[in-house]
């Protein structure tokens, strides 16, 4: 049941009074994965996210120091996806759904006394959403902090696996994805059907993007025949470890950083 994560750090496995005689539960980080079942083109399967997510953060609970109390919840595998609608497979929460099912989560985190909680997301159109429910949880419970984090926003040095044109443009199920899915669960990814498509560019010189400063509101079929929004071909399994190493080092950092955390009422002390 626990998959990727260590059994000594898996929410589920504790007991009620484990909970209950826990000490110091304000500082004990708590993290929940949030992920998405959604297309990823025609080699990987619609699981990626979630599987990326839960393989980053068990690595990185593997390598956390043991005085650190740090559980990890369930994945919700389920997320806002429907951009990805124009391809079968692909299922979606509604904005409002999972703004409810996060929340009522976190308040089931705060009623067990913890004070941290961590949304560890995974899916790239979902990160508004979960600022939103993190500032209106605490808008309510002032002593509970959410941490509403991207698992690519960590320190790391991915990009210099990638060439200049992935890193800027390949944003789904591309070179990094690819390459992380070959590490962890190589007989599900089918290379033989790896694509390289990249979104068409204007005619015209513009300020506007998909990501960025100044987007735009898009689908995946308004930039993508395949699915795929980078280059899937040049992914290796050899890469992939080495990105999910880096990137699991960078979460120890922070989860390190989120045990010292210390509310910003007493950065005035």
Known sequence: MNQTIPSHRFYPYLTWQDIDTMADKEQVVIIQPVGAIEQHGPHLPIAVDTALGLAIIGRALEQLEPS???????????????????????????????????TDVAES?????????????????QPQVLDIVA????????DFWVFPHFVWQVPHQVGQLLNPQER???IHAGDAETSLMLAI?????????????????????????LEGALPFSWT???ISKSGVVGDATV???????????????????????????????????
């Open 220 to 222: 995946t079929r308004d």
């Open 168 to 170: 800027q443009e390949g």
């Open 68 to 102: 650190i109390p740090a559980y990890c919840l369930p994945p919700l595998c389920y997320g806002k996806s429907n951009e990805h609608w124009g391809f079968p497979g692909t299922i979606t929460l509604s904005a409002s759904t999972l703004m409810a099912v996060l």
């Open 235 to 269: 992914a290796t399994a050899e890469k992939g470890e080495q990105i999910l190493a880096d990137v699991a080092t960078g979460w120890v950092t922070v989860l390190e950083e989120i045990y010292r955390f210390e509310p910003p009422q007493r950065w005035r002390e």
């Open 185 to 209: 669960l190589p007989d599900q990814v089918h290379m033989d059907r790896a694509v390289k498509e990249y979104p068409p560019k204007p005619d015209h010189e513009t300020l506007l993007s």
């Open 109 to 125: 985190v705060y009623r067990a006394g913890f004070r941290k909680l961590v949304f560890l997301n995974s899916h790239g159109g």
């Open 135 to 142: 500032r209106d949880i605490h808008q309510r419970q002032p």
